[in-house]
Structures are given as C-alpha cells and as structure tokens.
C-alpha cells in the first residue's frame, strides 16, 4: 500500500499526470537553510523523496524544479537525482510555464506542482494538479487539489510520487519489483 491515503487524493486527476515539478525549499527540504561560520549554505533533503523521485523517472515521468534560490547544495542534490530541468533563481514561477512546457514534454493541465508557501501560488494556479505539503502556508493550502500527510522536507514529495504511480496503475509492479529483487 503506498504512503498516502487514497480516500484523500484526485486519483482521477492524479492520473492525468505526466510531470511533476516542484519547489524546493519547504518542499524538498523543511524550509530550514544552515550557514556554516563561513557563509557557506547546507540543506538537509530526505532520501525516502529521493527514491520517490527516482521511481518516477525510472518510469517515464518527467521531472522539473522550479525555486526562488539558487546554490551548490541544491545544484549537487539535483545532479545525484539526475534531474536535469532545473529552474533557480526564479522570483516568477508563473513565468517559466512555457519553458516547463517546452522541457518536459507535456501541457500545464497534465502537470502537478508541488509547493508550500506564497510565491508558489501562481504556479499552482496554471497547472493541472496543484499540491501542497501539509505544513503549507494557509494561502497554499486553500489553492491545492491535494495536500500531502507529511511535511516538506520529511516524506511529502515521496507520497506524491507513489500516488502518482499508482494511479497509473505502476506502484504494485514497483513493489514486487522490490519484493522479488528484480
């Protein structure tokens, strides 16, 4: 059974999805950043969404990330997961729409967009299934088609992407994958 409690989620929307794009800080992290004594910042990711993510691409899910900040630890987490549609620096998500488009191969209506506070709103609002995380801000909350059990940063991302796959009919595969060690 995965994660996420299905009476909860739009399977029918979730299985219109062919992209997920994501927000980071607060979303793939908890919306924490760490300075160490000479300016250098560090971010704590969880390898349970790592896998997730992983899962998703292995089958044939694009994957993008769109985020208000930019820098080394988010450069080197987006290269391990192989994630190559990479948006940083962006004050106006809503406006790489058409690049998102364009790079992941699909419409905003089959796109789902993962956020958590304010400057996600726009992008949530032009994309097919906008989520929030559960300690999302209350703006964020009330836009979202679905919201996440967990918390940014510990497991959210990791639902949304075994909802994702069993809408589609592939998470059941993926576990007798595991179980069979094929």
Request: glycine share 10%; net charge neutral; charged share 20%.
């Amino acid at each position: 059974m995965p994660l996420f409690s299905s009476k909860n989620w739009d399977t029918a929307k979730l299985a219109q999805v062919k992209a997920l794009v994501l927000d980071v800080d607060g979303v793939l992290t908890k919306g924490e950043i760490v300075y160490d004594g000479e300016g250098r910042e560090s971010k704590i990711f969880s390898v349970r969404d790592g896998l997730g993510l992983r899962l998703l691409m292995q089958n044939g899910f694009a994957v993008g990330v769109v985020t208000g900040r930019m820098g080394p630890a988010l450069a080197a987490r987006m290269k391990n997961l192989q994630i190559r549609h990479v948006w940083d620096n962006v004050s106006n998500k809503a406006a790489v729409l058409p690049d998102l488009v364009q790079a992941l191969g699909c419409s905003p209506q089959n796109m789902a967009f993962v956020g958590d506070d304010l400057p996600d709103l726009p992008l949530m609002g032009l994309v097919g299934l906008p989520i929030a995380v559960a300690d999302a801000h209350p703006q964020v909350l009330a836009a979202a088609s679905i919201v996440t059990a967990a918390p940014g940063g510990s497991g959210a991302v990791r639902e949304v992407c075994e909802a994702i796959l069993s809408a589609h009919g592939l998470w059941e595969k993926i576990l007798n994958g595991y179980r069979t060690g094929k």
